[in-house]
């Protein structure tokens, strides 16, 4: 079964910095796909980016990107000039190819952005 | 264009009673899956459903069922409810095209109180 693993419970990070989300994994599958999901304290999730595994190339949408070290099995997410509005739990997902679009999530890492 | 609609927001219960939730789905999203938030354990999935048809179901007892509509919504009940059942809810629907995105889109949560 994969597992995702998010190392760091919460963080707190200045506004207009950078800060570096860490997430592990485990999976026998050699093509995948990983999430990261915010949950701003309305509760509501949305997606923040997305990685193909077969990808090399690491995925950028405006000021979040990700780090994708596949033999490492690692996918951490970098947000540059932090904002307030960043503030939310951060999740990182797996799902493998196939029938199903089951996401497992790690427990989620609580981010602050301090003004 | 409507977000994913969770009925209701919240609610309180006894231990024993039952429960139903409601989950409508964005328009023209024809996969329902449900996850189930709890401090202690994160986001788990509960079951994934497209075409009135359960696809994929996580790991939890018979007491957890739920059911898809013919217009994609969704319900899921828990029956004889027990003290941990006490959590958020997420509902997330999914257009589910044949090359697969992964992306869901979460309503914002029914939050069940077990008393």
């Known amino acids: 079964a994969q597992t995702v693993t998010q190392s760091q419970p919460e963080m707190s990070v200045q506004e207009a910095e950078t800060v570096t989300l860490s997430c592990t994994y485990d999976?026998?599958?050699?093509?995948?796909?990983l999430f990261w999901y915010k949950q701003p304290p309305s509760r509501q999730m949305i997606l923040v980016i997305r990685?193909?595994?077969?990808?090399?190339q690491n995925a950028t949408e405006n000021r979040f990107s990700v780090n994708f070290q596949k033999a490492a099995k690692s996918f951490s997410l970098k947000i540059s000039d932090s904002q307030l509005g960043d503030t939310a739990m951060y999740f990182c997902?797996?799902?493998?190819?196939?029938?199903?679009?089951?996401?497992?999530f790690g427990k989620g890492t609580k981010l602050t952005v301090n003004p | 264009k409507a977000g994913v609609t969770q009925t209701p927001r919240y609610l309180i219960k006894t231990r024993g009673q039952q429960v139903t939730l409601s989950c409508s789905p964005i328009?023209?999203?024809?996969?329902v899956s449900w996850y189930q938030q709890t401090p202690g354990q994160g986001l788990q999935f509960l079951f994934e459903?497209?075409?009135?048809?359960?696809?994929n179901k996580g790991n939890f007892p018979g007491r957890f069922s739920g059911r898809q509509f013919s217009n994609s919504r969704s319900e899921m009940n828990v029956s004889t409810l027990e003290l941990g059942d006490s959590a958020l809810y997420l509902c997330?629907?999914?257009?589910?095209?044949?090359?697969?995105?992964?992306?869901?889109?979460f309503g914002e949560g029914s939050r069940l109180t077990v008393l």
């Open positions: 328009s023209g999203h024809r996969s």
């Open positions: 997330a629907s999914s257009l589910r095209r044949a090359v697969r995105t992964g992306e869901l889109f």
């Open positions: 997902a797996f799902m493998k190819p196939g029938g199903s679009e089951k996401l497992v």
């Open positions: 990685q193909e595994a077969y990808k090399q």
């Open positions: 459903y497209f075409s009135e048809t359960q696809r």
């Open positions: 999976t026998s599958e050699n093509n995948y796909y």
